[in-house]
């Protein structure tokens, strides 16, 4: 990231993730800094798929990434206890041994890339969605997902936006084999109409992030392309790098005074 800001020395940056913090940042060269979330096309909100909704006494079927961190997710479902199948979209690399029997036995399907308008097949032909990857800025996985009333299990990694855990989704603090497996047994037993609300509530939550609000957003951000900011505090419409409280340290006693309060409130001796 360092060496592309400084190759194109750009007048905006901007980071789609809330990840980077005021202070995460301060290396960076630009006239200003904002946060943008990515976007999703919404299609499934004015047509909803009616799918069959799993139950424990049919396999489930589960769509993730081959090449994002699949070992998690392979490996949970060679030791699933239920009947399951995988579809994973994405070009493969080199799969273990045990990994690639799970192929070969029909357990595993590999999809490789998938152009935009199969995506949405590939979306109504499984029952949830796996995101275990532990690195990532925006995962249109994850929100694919959500747009396309697919109950979805995931870190926060990429999702941090639009995933609740038990309200938008079931967010893993790690991918660890037990925590997958936990989940997916959950979406399996759909028990207390659990699939429904993760679908209903991911719906909501992720039409926030369609593109022509990213579009309006984006387009605003570009307005300002010729402003330069230097403290970071976008609540005071400043869009620099350097976070306001370093800005204001050591003027906590005229602050103090400001707002008609004693020095000694704030404990400000060297006053």
Known sequence: FKFVNYAFAPHIVIFNNRSWRPGSFTSFSANSFWHLE?????????????????????????GGLINKNPAPLLEAARRYPGPIKLKLYGEPHSLKPVYQQLVDNGLVELLGPLPFDDLSSFYHEVDCVVHTEEFAGWSNLAAEALANNVPLICTEHGTAAFAINESTALVMPMPSIENIIDRLLLIHANDGHLVEQLISNGLKVIARFSWKDYADRLLQIAACSQNRYYTYAPHLGLHGKWPLDSRLKGLECLHAIAKGLSILDLGCSEC
């Open 38 to 62: 990515g976007a999703v096309t919404i299609e499934s909100l004015n047509n909803k798929c009616k799918r069959s909704r799993p139950t424990i006494d049919r396999e489930i079927i589960v």
